[in-house]
Nanobody, 121 residues
Framework: QVQLVESGGGLVQAGGSLRLSCAAS????????MAWFRQAPGKEREFVAH????????YYADSVKGRFTISRDNAQNTVYLQMNSLKPEDTAVYYC??????????????WGQGTQVTVSS
């Protein structure tokens, strides 16, 4: 089993920044692709960013490309999401996920509990 715990969410003004962390435990972290998803009130959970298990490949949803950066530190079993130039429409619960390869929620086997990000206008 893999356990994932997100942290770092909070309330920020539009244009501000937050850095989310996802700490993993239970199995070999470095062997898993990782991703961030988010779910805004009244909306479906959507893909945000993905990073390969070696960290050499990343990709992003068009809505966040150029503003968000996903990274990982396998020695610390942690994945990060640096969020800059935040917009009110970025407000959502952010989830990290492990074991998938694409942009669809069902492709990932392990999920954290989520951390709330709220961006004020």
């Amino acid at each position: 089993q893999v356990q994932l715990v997100e942290s770092g969410g909070g309330l920020v003004q539009a244009g501000g920044s937050l850095r989310l962390s996802c700490a993993a435990s239970g199995r070999t972290f470095s062997s898993y692709n990782m991703a961030w998803f988010r779910q805004a009130p009244g909306k479906e959970r959507e893909f945000v960013a993905h990073i390969s298990w070696r960290g050499g490949s990343t990709y992003y949803a068009d809505s966040v490309k150029g503003r968000f950066t996903i990274s990982r530190d396998n020695a610390q079993n942690t994945v990060y999401l640096q969020m800059n130039s935040l917009k009110p429409e970025d407000t959502a619960v952010y989830y990290c996920a492990a074991g998938g390869w694409g942009t669809m929620e069902y492709e990932y086997n392990y999920w954290g509990q989520g951390t709330q990000v709220t961006v004020s206008s």
